[in-house]
């Protein structure tokens, strides 16, 4: 073994368990306020029965790559399906969110290219920023002056990309996505939207902010993960077709990655089903949000000025944001603590997400039992943002 390693990882273990940073994986056990499973479908009879369907049919795994014999009808049946929910040319499915942020960040810019990007914008987006090796600026958390600003100064040098969320995932706020829109039509940037927790819960047919908002022509592409609102796993990427036809042929992630299960493709067929026939699942997580939303604020816990589905309450420090989490699932409600580097150092918190399954009056009893636990782990002011 080599013993220097050995020393030295165990001193960043170390070193992680001293500031409270140290991660244990814990599987679910309690109340959901934590998942990503907002519609409920994760478990639904009628996912379930369509993947076990499609896996007799298919098999387990793919046994190659999309460009090898890992290919199938069932992938390209429900990319065209979800293109169309997407009010787009093309689709292209992913293994995973992280992977299609990866793809798209790695195979569109060329050196000489810019890309500006939110500076709340999630790891997987960062990461393939990195790894595109262009110019990178950072503009501050849903700054339009400041976007505004940068756009201009990289007028006439290469292509420009603007990237950001639609709904945040560790604030539950919205990108201000029209007034992005305006700014990259003006200036022929091209805006990538990752719409992770948004797709299926925000607009008229569910596809997410980008069709609430009415700015579907001026998205250059979105990805949209199918393992959040949509209840399976994966991710799309839709956009135009020579986008879509450019990622085959180039993004890494696509190409050189076995395909996903076959059987999934069942599964997201169902959801998308589900997602088109029962809108009322949308209406009953708005209401199920403004209702915790609510009941926090009488309580006396401050949350940002949103209404989305994912709720932050800010405890500051790590110690704080553990002690609060594990008193709460020593009750039975599963929140987790998020800590840095997933959010500013400062800013730790409890991410509640709700889910349509939660009731009003177990929604009413966290919040009792919260603020018990929150009025009693002093220092900090209970949830300022
Ligand atoms: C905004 C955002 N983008 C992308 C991802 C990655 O998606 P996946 O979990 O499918 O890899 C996540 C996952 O949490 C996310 O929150």
Redesign the pocket.
């Known amino acids: 073994m080599p013993e220097e390693l050995e020393r030295r990882i165990l001193t960043h273990l170390q070193g992680l368990q001293e500031r409270q940073l140290l991660r244990t994986l814990r599987p679910p056990a309690g109340i959901d306020l934590s998942s990503?499973d907002y519609l409920g479908l994760a478990n639904h009879p009628f996912l379930k029965k369509r993947m076990i369907d499609a896996v007799e049919l298919e098999g387990c795994g793919s046994t190659g790559s999309r460009l090898l014999r890992g290919e199938r009808d069932s992938f390209a049946a429900i990319e065209r399906r979800f293109a169309e929910f997407k009010g787009t040319a093309r689709a292209l499915y992913f293994s995973?969110?992280?992977?299609?942020?990866l793809a798209v960040l790695t195979t569109f810019p060329e050196a000489g290219d810019t890309i500006l990007s939110d500076e709340r914008?999630?790891a997987?987006?960062i990461d393939g920023i990195r790894l595109s090796g262009v110019k990178r600026v950072v503009f501050p958390h849903n700054d339009v002056a400041a976007l505004a600003r940068v756009l201009k100064d990289c007028e006439g040098q290469g292509q420009t990309f603007v990237v950001t969320?639609s709904l945040?995932?560790m604030d539950g706020d919205r990108a201000l996505l029209a007034a992005y829109a305006a700014l990259c039509r003006g200036t022929k940037a091209a805006l990538i939207v990752?719409e992770?927790?948004a797709v299926g819960v925000f607009g008229e047919r569910g596809s997410g902010l980008i069709e609430s908002t009415g700015i579907d022509r001026d998205v250059f592409v979105s990805?949209n993960?199918?393992?959040?609102a949509l209840g399976v796993?994966?991710?799309f990427v839709t956009g135009p077709e020579w986008a879509i036809d450019y990622l085959v042929q180039r993004a890494r992630p696509f190409i050189f990655s076995t395909a996903p299960p076959p059987a999934v493709a069942g599964a997201l067929d169902a959801s998308l089903t589900l997602i088109a026939s029962e809108p009322e699942r949308r209406t009953e997580l708005a209401n199920r949000a403004g209702y915790l939303r609510a009941c926090l604020a009488e309580a006396g816990i401050s949350t940002p000025a949103d209404s989305s589905h994912i709720i932050p309450v800010i405890l500051g420090d790590n110690d704080r944001a553990l002690v609060v989490a594990q008193a709460l699932q020593s009750q039975g409600f599963d929140v987790r603590a998020i800590r840095p580097p997933t959010v500013a150092p400062g800013t730790a918190r409890l991410r509640l997400s709700v889910n349509v399954n939660l009731t009003e009056a177990t929604l009413e009893r966290f919040v009792t039992a919260l603020a018990a636990v929150v009025g009693r782990s002093l220092p900090c002011s209970a949830g300022s943002s």
């Open positions: 990503n995973s969110g992280y992977l299609a942020n914008n999630h997987s987006l969320e945040f995932s990752d992770a927790h990805i993960t199918a393992g959040k796993s994966g991710a």
